[in-house]
């Protein structure tokens, strides 16, 4: 066996001390660095307010990913929770100084992609609004792009075939486009717009026949409305005289303002006489109710006559009976 | 202990004796990489006669790698974000580049290229100094004069080790970090938030504390297994060249499970 040779004895480091030492110094600072940068990225020198957002579905929300205003990632979900309901409430957390953006009026949105994660994304519409209070808790609106995709292939197949429909050699579009068509060339032609409304060239020569005379007319309409002018400045003047007349200081309605006062003071005297003819009639009625006594003790006294009348005519009968005058009433039968 | 010099019979259980000597391989590794942690972890190790022993293995361990193991990590760093680069756009997924960079090149490509660097320019030469020691009885020497073998020789290029794997793979995390930034931004530091922001992302609790308990078990691995002493080795010269692909093997599968577990913890 063939000796093994001496391991070679390192060189003399010059300053080996010094030179180990930097190199613990450095490994020292790269570790300090690589914690303070990443507890900067994640986020924990920032002061946050939370901001609790409420979604039906969870899916495709991960912790750490962002919430974008305009695209710039203004927050990041720091957890996610189910709700007593069974919603899912997922928490952002956003940095203070970018709070700001975010009103009481904000929207937020969830989107899914057909590639890539799920997106949050904050909407501020009135940037006047009052700021979004700590805490504060949103309903997230849902935008899922797969699931949309099936109702849009049957939509745009829908409106294909009706695309087709329109556009086939019968269609009906075809035909009003080549009347369209014929109506343009006659727009053109000599009788212009008036040709394509009326169809015939004897209808458009009475429509402008029918336009001349109506020129003359309004000119005829003109000397009328001015006379009509005259007619109102006179009438003004007449409404200022009966004005005058009505309103002035001899006018009717002060002097029929003094009438009623008269006729204040007649009514007045009237309800006088109308208290003494009430008077009058009171005693009017004692009257009547003694002539309706008088008129029962008449009653009697008519019994009393009658009774005499009926003594008198006995007496007269008897008187008859006896009276040798009388005669025979009897009938003889032979 | 299995005798594992005793060469191999033929006859009833051939198989038996290889998954023994394997095992016994395996057990040397793990007591020899308990008794390193031990004296790693006790202050007496870093007494101040110990100090001139240590700084020399942990100069030895990064200085003389670290200009070239810069170059390396940037060269494959560029190549790697070039790619991503390019690909993404083609595809127009430009805005997970930046993502994708910071996953593969930083928390698996490059701490599994600092292992492998620091394996084949520190480590391994170092056992193989090691062996030659043991194999000519020196440290048998030093026992018998009153030093502590593994305290004096073979702790120093543990802690080296460990440590050269940690700074070269914090340098170059950090390169790539930076090459990624001015790849895909330019010479601008208007990018830096939002890059922050992306790395941020990147780098959760959970994918933080994976990473450093990879690059952790990536540092003990490479600086303790090839140390380990190996049963098969004879001191022959042919026999240690293949010992020390075998050590590589070795190094480079145990590194690779590490991986394989940080990905499942990672993705899964």
Same mark, same amino acid.
């Given at each position: 066996? %063939?000796?093994?040779?001496?391991?070679?004895?390192?060189?003399?480091?010059?300053?080996?001390?010094?030179?180990?030492?930097?190199?613990?110094?450095?490994?020292?600072?790269?570790?300090?660095?690589?914690?303070? /940068?990443?507890?900067?990225?994640?986020?924990?020198?920032?002061?946050?307010?939370?901001?609790?957002?409420?979604?039906?579905?969870?899916?495709?929300?991960?912790?750490?990913?962002?919430?974008?205003?305009?695209?710039?990632?203004? $927050?990041?979900? $720091?957890?996610?929770?189910?709700?007593?309901?069974?919603?899912?409430?997922?928490?952002?957390?956003?940095?203070?100084?970018?709070?700001?953006?975010?009103? @009481?009026?904000?929207?937020? =949105?969830? #989107?899914?992609?057909?590639?890539?994660?799920?997106?949050?994304? @904050?909407?501020?519409?009135?940037?006047?609004?009052?700021?979004?209070?700590?805490? %504060? #808790?949103?309903?997230?609106?849902?935008?899922?792009?797969?699931?949309?995709?099936?109702?849009?292939?049957?939509?745009?197949?829908?409106?294909?075939?009706?695309? &087709? =429909?329109?556009?086939?050699?019968?269609?009906?579009?075809?035909?009003?486009?080549?009347?369209?068509?014929?109506?343009?060339?006659?727009?053109?032609?000599?009788?212009?717009?008036?040709?394509?409304?009326?169809?015939?060239?004897?209808?458009?020569?009475?429509?402008?026949?029918?336009?001349?005379?109506?020129?003359?007319?309004?000119?005829?309409?003109?000397?009328?409305?001015?006379?009509?002018?005259?007619?109102?400045?006179?009438?003004?003047?007449?409404?200022?005289?009966?004005?005058? !007349?009505?309103?002035?200081?001899?006018?009717?309605?002060?002097?029929?303002?003094?009438?009623?006062?008269?006729?204040?003071?007649? +009514? @007045?005297? %009237?309800?006088? &006489?109308?208290?003494?003819?009430?008077?009058?009639?009171?005693?009017?009625?004692?009257? $009547?109710?003694?002539?309706?006594?008088?008129?029962?003790?008449?009653?009697?006294?008519?019994?009393?006559?009658?009774?005499?009348?009926?003594?008198?005519?006995?007496?007269?009968?008897?008187?008859?009976?006896?009276?040798?005058?009388?005669?025979?009433?009897?009938?003889?039968?032979? | 202990?299995?005798?594992?010099?005793?060469?191999?019979? *033929?006859?009833?259980?051939?198989?038996?004796?290889?998954?023994?000597?394997?095992?016994?391989?395996?057990?040397?590794?793990?007591?020899?990489? &308990?008794?390193?942690?031990?004296?790693?972890?006790?202050?007496?190790?870093?007494?101040?006669?110990?100090?001139?022993?240590?700084?020399?293995?942990?100069?030895?361990?990064?200085?003389?790698?670290?200009?070239?193991?810069?170059?390396?990590?940037?060269?494959?760093?560029?190549?790697?974000?070039?790619?991503?680069?390019?690909?993404?756009?083609?595809?127009?997924?430009?805005?997970?580049?930046?993502?994708?960079?910071?996953?593969?090149?930083?928390?698996? +490509? +490059?701490?599994?290229?600092? @292992?492998?660097?620091?394996?084949?320019?520190? =480590?391994?030469?170092?056992?193989?100094?090691?062996?030659?020691?043991?194999?000519?009885?020196?440290?048998?020497?030093?026992?018998?004069?009153? *030093?502590?073998?593994?305290?004096?020789?073979?702790?120093?290029?543990?802690?080296?080790?460990?440590?050269?794997?940690?700074?070269?793979?914090?340098?170059?995390?950090?390169?790539?970090?930076?090459?990624? /930034?001015?790849?895909?931004?330019?010479?601008? %530091?208007?990018?830096?938030?939002?890059?922050?922001?992306?790395?941020? !992302?990147?780098?959760?609790?959970?994918?933080?504390?994976?990473?450093?308990?990879?690059?952790?078990?990536? &540092?003990?691995?490479?600086?303790?297994?090839?140390?380990?002493?190996?049963?098969?080795?004879?001191?022959?010269?042919?026999?240690?060249?293949?010992?020390?692909?075998?050590?590589?093997?070795?190094?480079?599968?145990?590194?690779?499970?590490?991986?394989?577990?940080?990905?499942?913890?990672?993705?899964?």
């Amino acid at each position: 066996m %063939a000796t093994e040779p001496e391991p070679d004895p390192a060189p003399p480091v010059a300053h080996l001390e010094l030179k180990a030492r930097l190199l613990l110094l450095l490994m020292v600072l790269l570790m300090a660095a690589a914690v303070a /940068y990443l507890m900067y990225a994640r986020g924990a020198f920032e002061r946050t307010q939370e901001l609790v957002l409420v979604a039906d579905d969870s899916e495709g929300i991960v912790v750490g990913m962002d919430m974008t205003f305009s695209g710039f990632p203004i $927050g990041r979900v $720091g957890r996610i929770e189910l709700s007593p309901e069974g919603n899912a409430r997922i928490i952002v957390n956003i940095p203070r100084r970018d709070a700001r953006w975010l009103r @009481a009026s904000s929207v937020f =949105t969830m #989107e899914n992609g057909l590639v890539g994660s799920t997106k949050i994304r @904050a909407f501020s519409g009135v940037m006047t609004d009052p700021p979004l209070p700590d805490g %504060a #808790e949103r309903k997230v609106l849902r935008g899922d792009a797969a699931a949309e995709i099936p109702r849009m292939v049957a939509s745009v197949r829908e409106l294909v075939s009706n695309l &087709s =429909t329109l556009t086939g050699s019968e269609a009906p579009l075809n035909a009003t486009l080549h009347n369209l068509q014929t109506a343009a060339e006659r727009l053109n032609g000599p009788r212009g717009a008036l040709g394509v409304l009326l169809g015939n060239e004897t209808d458009a020569k009475k429509i402008t026949l029918a336009l001349e005379r109506t020129n003359a007319l309004l000119a005829r309409l003109d000397g009328l409305v001015l006379k009509a002018d005259g007619i109102a400045t006179r009438t003004d003047g007449l409404v200022a005289h009966a004005d005058a !007349q009505v309103f002035g200081a001899s006018g009717v309605v002060p002097e029929t303002r003094a009438t009623v006062v008269q006729l204040n003071g007649l +009514l @007045a005297d %009237a309800r006088n &006489s109308l208290k003494k003819v009430d008077a009058v009639l009171v005693e009017a009625q004692a009257i $009547g109710a003694n002539t309706r006594e008088a008129t029962a003790d008449l009653g009697s006294l008519r019994g009393e006559v009658d009774a005499s009348l009926r003594k008198v005519e006995q007496l007269v009968n008897e008187i008859n009976r006896k009276w040798p005058f009388k005669r025979d009433t009897e009938i003889r039968l032979p | 202990m299995v005798d594992a010099r005793q060469p191999m019979q *033929g006859g009833s259980g051939p198989w038996l004796r290889a998954v023994l000597q394997w095992m016994a391989s395996w057990w040397g590794v793990l007591d020899f990489g &308990s008794q390193m942690l031990v004296l790693a972890l006790s202050p007496s190790s870093y007494r101040r006669s110990q100090r001139k022993v240590m700084y020399r293995q942990l100069y030895a361990a990064t200085a003389p790698q670290l200009a070239a193991f810069v170059v390396i990590a940037a060269v494959v760093s560029l190549v790697i974000i070039r790619i991503v680069v390019a690909t993404a756009a083609s595809y127009g997924l430009s805005r997970y580049a930046l993502d994708v960079l910071v996953r593969t090149l930083v928390l698996e +490509l +490059l701490p599994l290229l600092v @292992a492998l660097f620091v394996a084949l320019r520190y =480590t391994l030469p170092g056992a193989q100094e090691v062996a030659l020691l043991r194999s000519q009885g020196r440290l048998r020497e030093l026992w018998r004069a009153g *030093g502590d073998p593994a305290r004096d020789e073979l702790l120093p290029r543990v802690v080296a080790g460990v440590f050269a794997v940690a700074l070269l793979a914090a340098l170059g995390c950090l390169l790539a970090l930076v090459l990624t /930034y001015l790849t895909v931004y330019g010479f601008t %530091a208007w990018a830096f938030a939002s890059y922050t922001r992306t790395v941020g !992302q990147v780098f959760n609790p959970a994918v933080t504390l994976i990473f450093a308990f990879k690059a952790l078990f990536f &540092s003990l691995i490479v600086a303790i297994v090839p140390m380990a002493p190996d049963p098969l080795h004879s001191g022959d010269a042919t026999r240690r060249r293949r010992d020390n692909i075998g050590l590589l093997g070795r190094v480079f599968a145990l590194t690779l499970l590490v991986e394989v577990f940080s990905l499942i913890g990672n993705y899964y």
